[in-house]
């Protein structure tokens, strides 16, 4: 089973600051099946990565990712705040394995 | 638009059954598959198990293996998680979501607003 491993596990930031996210994986990661979500507080999770670096639907251009085999990154270029979450990453080759998840708190 | 509710969940003594249900609209049920992930309290998401679009296929996590069983019913656009001999460890909010193909790429789409299934005495 793959693993991965999400760093830092909490980001203190501020508004207007960039924030960089990372996801390794325990072995080679098809990039196709490499997904990030934002889950706010009571809320289900919400799509905003897929194919390792596409932005779903209506996810602002501030938000990008990248990556390839066994390290990939998520970056917020700006914070605003409604970007305070918890964020994982998620693989789908053979499983379905999730990141323990970055939580990004306001500093 | 694209809906699921999932619904079911509640207290349950360690060793009964519960069966949750993700009640699907606004979208061709029968064409996607649908997957079930929990989150335990103050925890991350958790993978449990999923269903191929025509229920003929399906994968469970080891933690669940021989207890869980996703089945489905296209007619009534539902998919359904019964849960059998539960144990404390498997108190979370359970979500259900869509299974999505984009080319090569796959994810999921839409996420119901989960259920918390409780296993206490």
């Known amino acids: 089973e793959i693993v991965l491993t999400q760093s830092p596990g909490t980001l203190s930031l501020s508004p207007g600051e960039r924030a960089t996210l990372s996801c390794r994986a325990s072995?080679?990661?098809?990039?196709?099946?490499l997904v990030w979500y934002q889950q706010k507080p009571g809320q289900a999770p919400r799509l905003l990565i897929y194919?390792?670096?596409t932005r779903a639907t209506g996810i602002p251009d501030r938000f990008s990712a990248s990556g390839s085999g066994t390290d990939f990154t998520l970056t917020i270029s700006r914070l605003e705040p409604e970007d305070f979450a918890v964020y994982y990453c998620?693989?789908?080759?053979?499983?379905?394995?999730f990141g323990q998840g970055t939580k990004l708190e306001i500093k | 638009q694209v809906q699921l509710v999932d619904s079911g969940g509640g207290v349950v003594q360690p060793g009964k059954s519960l069966t949750l249900s993700c009640a699907a609209s606004?979208?061709?049920?029968?064409?996607?598959?649908i997957h079930w992930v929990r989150q335990a309290p103050g925890k991350g998401l958790e993978w449990v198990t999923v269903?191929?679009?025509?229920?003929?296929?399906?994968d469970y996590t080891d933690s669940v293996k021989g207890r869980f069983t996703i089945s489905r019913d296209n007619s009534k656009n539902t998919a359904y998680l019964q849960m059998n001999d539960l144990r404390a460890e498997d108190s979370a909010v359970y979500y259900c979501?869509?299974?999505?193909?984009?080319?090569?790429?796959?994810?999921?789409?839409?996420w119901g607003r989960g259920t918390q299934v409780t296993v206490s005495s």
């Open positions: 979501a869509r299974d999505f193909w984009n080319g090569p790429a796959r994810y999921f789409d839409y």
């Open positions: 606004g979208f061709s049920f029968g064409s996607f598959g």
């Open positions: 269903i191929r679009y025509d229920g003929s296929q399906q």
């Open positions: 072995q080679s990661v098809n990039r196709n099946y």
């Open positions: 194919g390792a670096s």
């Open positions: 998620q693989q789908h080759g053979g499983s379905y394995t």
